[in-house]
């Protein structure tokens, strides 16, 4: 349904020219559901913006449902009203003097050729009851909660039925409680009506919870994409490792490397682990373990064994703790039950899942 190649995109500024895009490919196909995550100023707002038709890139080419919206080789570049999609921003841009049903009537009312008003009536309130809004037709969009305002957003940008769903940021003007409610929503309007689409986020636990694919990006460029399990069960790179949620790097040296299976002596302490390794490390590389806090088990005695660490601090989190845990100059993050007790200076007692581990080369 989408299909993006070799997308670049270059601003000019006070300190000279600035690459936001340095080649970007990605497909989506019918009724998937793709994201784009990353940190500010990784490019992929921009990305979205030149599928929008919002941004002309300087190369590169996009295509919706088979049809050339953008090729800079030919110098063709669609605007977005003749894109075959709907948007929704951060900003929600609710007009504030109409009501619900006219902003939710909008771009049907200006869409050529025209459209009939009965089957205008039609969309909007079927668009509306999608979203759950359609009692709320008459009312003035000023008096809408922020939920309702991005409930409307939704219901606009689905009327017309589009191919392609673009959505930058949608719930990141909510509060916590609101914004996981209507991420539940969103995902379950998105498998409803089976519209594919394109989402950006900085929000992990939202890319996590809602995509089919997960696109990791960073300076212009994504560093790994697939399903969002395997992206974050199995990172590609550092970058990906320590961007999405937490993780914990030790460094060691290979002792033995043999039938994909390292052993590795830890520099933080005399303590040896065999990992799974498919880097192609050889005996006496210098490599970092890396591992998720979930992938430990914190013991307050050496019974459990495991490698011996101080507890500097202790965050509640309601259903769990995380254990912040000093060994040497190296902080670890590990998750524990609530119920356990310790203080900070406590000794505590860190048993690492091998199998769980990921080897990089030493950074």
Not at 69 to 91: C, K, Y
Not at 128 to 142: I, K
Not at 325 to 348: K, M, N, Q, Y
């Amino acid at each position: 349904m989408l299909t993006v190649r070799g997308l670049t995109k270059t601003y000019a500024t006070a300190d000279g020219n600035y690459q936001a895009l340095k080649g970007i490919d990605f497909d989506i196909p019918a009724g998937g559901f793709y994201t784009l995550l990353g940190e500010s100023g990784c490019g992929k707002s921009t990305t979205l913006r030149c599928v929008a038709g919002l941004e002309e890139p300087d190369g590169g080419s996009i295509a919706i449902d088979g049809e050339v919206v953008t090729d800079t080789t030919r110098g063709l570049h669609a605007p977005a009203f003749e894109r075959d999609i709907g948007l929704v921003f951060q900003s929600y841009a609710i007009w504030p003097h109409m009501d619900v049903f006219a902003n939710v009537a909008y771009p049907l009312k200006v869409q050529r050729p025209k459209i009939p008003t009965l089957e205008i009536n039609t969309r909007v309130m079927e668009a509306l009851r999608l979203v759950g809004m359609e009692d709320f037709a008459n009312r003035q969009a000023t008096k809408l909660s922020g939920g309702q305002q991005q409930r409307v957003a939704f219901a606009r940008a689905l009327v017309r039925r589009p191919k392609l769903l673009l959505l930058d940021e949608p719930l990141s003007n909510l509060d916590a409680k609101l914004r996981e409610q209507m991420r539940f929503e969103l995902q379950e309007l998105i498998q409803r009506t089976g519209v594919t689409t394109l989402y950006v986020t900085h929000d992990q636990s939202e890319a996590l919870a809602m995509s089919d694919t997960v696109a990791v990006m960073a300076g212009g460029r994504i560093v790994q994409a697939g399903a969002p399990r395997e992206v974050y069960g199995q990172p590609g790179n550092r970058t990906v490792a320590d961007f999405l949620g937490s993780a914990n790097f030790l460094r060691g040296k290979i002792v033995e490397a043999s039938d994909g299976v390292a052993t590795v002596a830890l520099a933080e302490g005399a303590v040896s682990m065999s990992v799974p390794s498919q880097g192609g490390f050889t005996a006496g590389a210098m490599v970092d373990v890396i591992f998720r806090p979930e992938d430990a088990t914190t013991h307050l005695g050496p019974a459990g064994g495991g490698i011996e660490c101080a507890v500097e601090r202790i965050v509640f989190q309601g259903g769990m703790s995380e254990y912040q845990l000093r060994l040497g100059a190296t902080l670890l993050r590990t998750i524990v039950h609530p119920s356990v007790s310790a203080e900070p200076g406590d000794r505590a007692w860190v048993v690492i899942r091998p199998e769980r581990c990921i080897l990089f080369a030493a950074h």
